[in-house]
């Protein structure tokens, strides 16, 4: 529904509905809900640190409040996929979080610096996303610099890095079986969002290896 306002003259203008960062109406609404929610899931890491957390909480409170800010920040699609496309983007983001949990018996020693370096790797494939971020496959623009230039997923990357670390210092046939699924669902995902970027196909050719170099 339009609706007028009239200006001094009397005559009747239309009144444009709020516009921000290109986006407006149900779009500017679900990202502001969406950038709210992670920063809701950010404070977590905040309480975390207050009762002596350590680097790794301090990169996921970074990693996380600078995902709130690019759902604001980022750009409109130009073209999205399927709303299946896009239950399974937040099935694949969260399920290590449902799923993984604390163990006895591994090497902390040697899995909170693989973490560590694999959170620098997901914050830095993040900025270069910038506001082509998104969680379900859409065309945001497609982005060729940064790690990007390395590897054609760099994030899904560093992510999968951050896991195996976790798995490393909490060795558990529960952990290793639900960071399997996730990895299986990532690996879904790219071959999806590879299918919706324009002009994929050429960047494909220039950069060859999704996400392991000399690998796949």
Request: no cysteine.
């Amino acid at each position: 529904m339009r609706l007028d306002v009239a200006d001094a003259r009397g005559i009747r203008r239309p009144r444009h509905p709020l516009r921000l960062f290109g986006k407006q109406g149900r779009e500017l609404l679900f990202d502001a809900l969406a950038a709210a929610g992670w920063l809701g899931y950010a404070s977590q890491y905040v309480v975390r640190l207050r009762r002596g957390g350590g680097v790794v909480d301090l990169g996921l409170l970074l990693f996380v409040t600078l995902l709130a800010a690019l759902f604001l920040l980022r750009h409109p699609p130009r073209r999205s996929g399927a709303a299946w496309e896009s239950l399974l983007g937040l099935v694949g983001t969260f399920l290590p979080v449902l799923v993984v949990r604390p163990a006895a018996g591994g090497f902390p020693w040697l899995g909170a610096p693989i973490q560590v370096f694999a959170l620098a790797g997901m914050v830095a494939a993040t900025l270069a996303l910038g506001r082509s971020f998104g969680i379900a496959p859409a065309d945001r623009g497609l982005r060729t610099s940064g790690p990007y230039r390395w590897v054609r997923h760099p994030l899904y990357a560093a992510e999968l890095a951050f896991y195996m670390g976790f798995l490393v210092a909490n060795p558990a046939w529960r952990n290793l079986a639900g960071l399997g699924l996730h990895t299986a669902i990532q690996i879904f995902r790219i071959h999806r969002e590879e299918l919706i970027l324009e002009g994929y196909a050429a960047y494909a050719r220039r950069v060859r290896f999704r996400l392991i170099p000399f690998i796949w």
